[in-house]
């Protein structure tokens, strides 16, 4: 059985998912993800529900219950801007990908 194109769109759709939870460590309440595809330039974003926060991904911390018992250190989320760049890279691979399968496919 051959794939089709929602095969190919799904399985793009959730690696990006995939990226997206990966970066916060799968603690996030929701995530939002923008894409869009203008001609010869791609948009690939992501934002955050956590602790009932909205936060971009370079202020996940800002989000964060710092309260921590003594001893325990509180977690910290690893904002890094080579982090932020491999989600984004990742994701704007994903969505030139999906691009791709649109063309082929006639969507």
């Known amino acids: 059985m051959s794939k089709v194109f929602e095969d190919y769109f799904s399985e793009l759709q959730a690696d990006m998912v995939a990226i997206c939870l990966e970066y916060v460590e799968n603690e996030a309440e929701d995530i939002y993800i923008y894409c869009s595809y203008e001609p010869e330039m791609y948009v690939f974003d992501v934002f ?26 509180a977690f910290i989320y690893d904002t890094s801007e080579q982090r932020q760049e491999a989600v984004l890279d990742i994701g704007l691979e994903n969505l030139e990908k999906i691009h791709e399968k649109c063309k082929k496919y006639g969507k």
């Open 48 to 73: 955050f529900k956590i602790n009932s926060q909205y936060v971009f991904k370079h202020n996940l911390n800002d989000a964060v219950n710092n309260t921590s018992t003594i001893g325990e250190k």
